[in-house]
């Protein structure tokens, strides 16, 4: 073991960086364009979608960090600790990213950095044949934290979450395992297509109809999707055929996403999206706007979703472009779809799993 350098980043996680021995005549790629970063997947989500779409803290982490230094990132899953630990000494990666707990019974000496708060570990191991490289990744971890880039992914993905009562969440992973099956190649060939999570489409799904082809509303949705007969019109599909509306629910939504600004990054851009899903993307603007005014985020949606609600009083509706809006309504339809992901993505058929383990301390 050569040495250990370690540093606590952010509320709600731990990241330690990591120098391995060196391998003899070790040969790391060039750094000139590329970061090469080997991933150990754990139970959560490091990747999600057919078209591998990043998400999670520590993607969102190596992204800004590529970004910064204007490197493209690519990726190389491994499937233990130890071929993590191989890729780097060997050379073949500039960084490995992993469960802090699996490497540390590979390195000697190695230990958790300051814990600022509970509940995930994560390390960043990096050759000693890549010293300048260490010390760099060290002197961004550190600036990030004192910018605040830290504390704000931290909140983003480990902030509070929409829960569901026991009895919802009871009925939900008993639909999960009953009737999910058999739409389930539906939503991932809408994913596809449309390059929209299919665990994103069959929670939207299951709040709309609870999977049920034959739903109707009082207001006049029906079918899978629970589109209303314009929607369904302008997508060119028959609403009561569960695999035409799949269809053109993922392509509804992907549009959503496509017109919001190119600024708006995920997860803010879905979550703002499927509030445009409910209440129409005239309403969302209309609440973007209420939210700037009130000197809120308008591109992020825990700022949004303060702004939706107050379109109901006469104050701010009389204001807005698009009038009147039931805000309390998408406030409610993004957390409950949220929480139906949620649990597909922990709980549901073939999840994909997460570099972010949860540990108590």
């Given amino acids: 073991m050569a040495h250990v350098r370690m540093l606590g980043i952010a509320a709600a996680v731990f990241a330690?960086?990591?120098?391995?021995?060196?391998?003899?005549?070790?040969?790391?790629?060039?750094?000139?364009?590329?970061?090469?970063?080997?991933?150990?997947?754990?139970?959560?989500?490091?990747?999600?979608?057919?078209?591998?779409?990043?998400?999670?803290?520590?993607?969102?982490?190596?992204?800004?960090?590529?970004?910064?230094?204007?490197?493209?990132?690519?990726?190389?899953?491994?499937?233990?600790?130890?071929?993590?630990?191989?890729?780097?000494?060997?050379?073949?990666?500039?960084?490995?990213?992993?469960?802090?707990?699996?490497?540390?019974n590979l390195f000697a000496g190695f230990d958790v950095a300051l814990a600022i708060a509970p509940p995930f570990d994560l390390a960043w191991v990096v050759s000693p044949n890549l010293r300048t490289l260490g010390d760099d990744v060290d002197r961004y971890l550190v600036a990030a934290r004192a910018d605040g880039v830290l504390a704000r992914l931290a909140e983003r993905y480990f902030g509070p979450r929409p829960r569901l009562d026991p009895i919802d969440a009871a009925a939900f992973r008993e639909r999960t395992a009953t009737v999910l099956p058999r739409y389930q190649r539906w939503f991932e060939e809408a994913e596809a297509a449309a390059g929209v999570d299919w665990r994103v489409l069959a929670a939207i799904a299951y709040q709309e109809s609870q999977w049920d082809p034959a739903a109707t509303s009082p207001t006049g949705v029906r079918g899978f999707m629970q589109l209303t007969e314009d929607?369904?019109?302008?997508?060119?599909?028959?609403?009561?055929?569960?695999?035409?509306?799949?269809?053109?629910?993922?392509?509804?939504?992907?549009?959503?996403?496509?017109?919001?600004?190119?600024?708006?990054?995920?997860?803010?851009?879905?979550?703002?999206?499927?509030?445009?899903?409910?209440?129409?993307?005239?309403?969302?603007?209309?609440?973007?706007?209420?939210?700037?005014?009130?000197?809120?985020?308008?591109?992020?949606?825990?700022?949004?979703?303060?702004?939706?609600?107050?379109?109901?009083?006469?104050?701010?509706?009389?204001?807005?472009?698009?009038?009147?809006?039931?805000?309390?309504m998408p406030v409610a339809f993004v957390d409950r779809v949220r929480a139906y992901h949620d649990l597909l993505v922990h709980h549901g058929p073939q999840p994909e799993p997460p570099i972010l383990v949860a540990e108590t301390r």
């Avoid at 364009?33 to 078209?51: E, N």
């Avoid at 890729?87 to 073949?92: A, F, I, L, N, Q």
């Avoid at 990666?93 to 469960?99: S, V």
């Avoid at 609403?239 to 600004?261: E, F, N, V």
Wanted: proline letters at 5%.
């Fill in 16 to 104: 330690s960086l990591l120098t391995c021995d060196p391998a003899s005549d070790a040969v790391a790629p060039p750094l000139d364009r590329t970061l090469v970063v080997a991933v150990l997947r754990a139970p959560g989500a490091w990747f999600t979608g057919a078209a591998r779409a990043s998400s999670g803290f520590q993607d969102d982490l190596v992204a800004q960090y590529g970004s910064a230094r204007g490197l493209a990132i690519r990726v190389v899953d491994v499937d233990s600790a130890d071929e993590l630990a191989a890729k780097v000494k060997t050379g073949e990666a500039h960084i490995g990213i992993g469960d802090a707990r699996m490497t540390r």
């Fill in 231 to 328: 929607t369904a019109q302008r997508l060119g599909i028959d609403r009561l055929d569960p695999y035409a509306a799949i269809q053109g629910a993922a392509r509804y939504l992907a549009s959503i996403k496509a017109k919001l600004p190119a600024r708006i990054a995920e997860p803010d851009r879905t979550l703002l999206a499927l509030a445009a899903y409910n209440i129409g993307a005239g309403h969302l603007e209309d609440a973007r706007i209420v939210a700037q005014r009130n000197k809120l985020d308008p591109d992020r949606w825990d700022d949004v979703r303060q702004a939706l609600p107050l379109l109901a009083l006469p104050e701010h509706y009389e204001n807005a472009r698009n009038g009147y809006a039931r805000g309390g």
